[in-house]
């Protein structure tokens, strides 16, 4: 087994390598040599500025927790897997004791260990040591470069589970990134029936309307338009603006989720249109019992893996993937990072 490639992101925004020993599973835990990431936009967060919301770079650690591999190798008492099977990583790895984590609602554990969070080491290596719970199979068909998608998928579906998407909805998808794009395919998968996407960006309306929305608006020319449009309203774009509107664009009895973080945690609101309309206005953190759904939406063709991922670097290469995806934002849905 060869040294395992490790590649750290330092304070002053610097992806350094390192070469470290290959670790050991212990009980319970599977070896994995991963074989595709996807960059996030946290990564890409904490590489430009050093934060993302209350989370802060304020030494080394290893990024990455969008990954797919294959089992190397398997620590005493795991048998959920074999030695070869492909597999996905849920990174964010809850205590499993306390009342979230019983009740199922275990993104929300005080104790979570999140691969990536500033301080924990995440999967931009070759090797990489997980509890066997929280891995999956890939299904069959599906590339090791597309199951690397199940994470941000995972999110989208947290996002339509917190709607409770209804047959006949309208949604608005404020932000066609990649978490936009991923929450519009999600929305149709969940029986979501019309799908607005609004962005200030021409080329990711373009994208948007090829992954199935109906109806695209730039929001600086057609905000009126907008005015009590959707039955449901996500804000994946991460922008105070586009928050402050939610109340505004959802219809009377509707519901509002909050997936991308704002530019600032206190953003000012239309508590008046709240209560007029009677909304239900949700968060999404992370996501919860989301992954099994991903991964069959991605196989089933209802997210469509192909046309989200638009570059792909080696790891060898990672701070110029890095570096492009910052650059070229226009151009740019999903970046993955191959294990060369």
Known sequence: MSKNR????????HLELRVEDVPSPGTGE????????????SDLHFYKSGRLGNFVVT???????????????????????KEGDQVVIEPGIPCGKCHYCKTGRYNLCPDVRFLSEP???GTFCDYVVVPEHFVFPVPQGLSLEAAALAEPA???????????????????????????????QAFKAAGGSYAVCVDKVPERLEWAKQLGADEIFIPS????ALENKGDIVFETAGNNASTSLL???????????????????????????LMEKELDYMGVNRYANAFETALAWLKDGRIVSERMITHRFPL???QEGFDWALAHPNETIKVIIYND
């Not at 020319?221 to 009126?224: A, C, S």
């Not at 219809?251 to 249109?273: E, M, T, Y």
Request: contains cysteine; charged residues 15%; glycine residues 16%.
């Open 6 to 13: 490790c590649y750290y992101l330092t304070p002053d925004h």
């Open 247 to 273: 109340f505004t664009m959802a219809r009377p009895g509707g519901r509002c989720v909050q997936v991308g973080w704002p530019g600032s945690n206190i953003v000012p609101v239309d508590v008046a249109k």
């Open 316 to 318: 060898s290469r990672i």
């Open 221 to 224: 020319e057609q905000i009126p």
């Open 30 to 41: 599977v070896l994995i040599k991963i074989a595709a990431n996807g960059i996030c936009g």
């Open 154 to 184: 995972a999110v989208a579906v947290q996002a339509v589970n917190r709607g409770r998407v209804h047959p006949g909805d309208v949604g608005v998808i404020v932000g066609a990134g990649p978490i936009g794009l991923l929450t519009l």
């Open 119 to 121: 301080g924990v080491n």
């Open 59 to 81: 030494s080394p650690y290893i990024p990455g927790h969008e990954a797919s591999g294959v089992i190397e190798a398997l620590g005493e008492g795991a048998g959920k897997f």
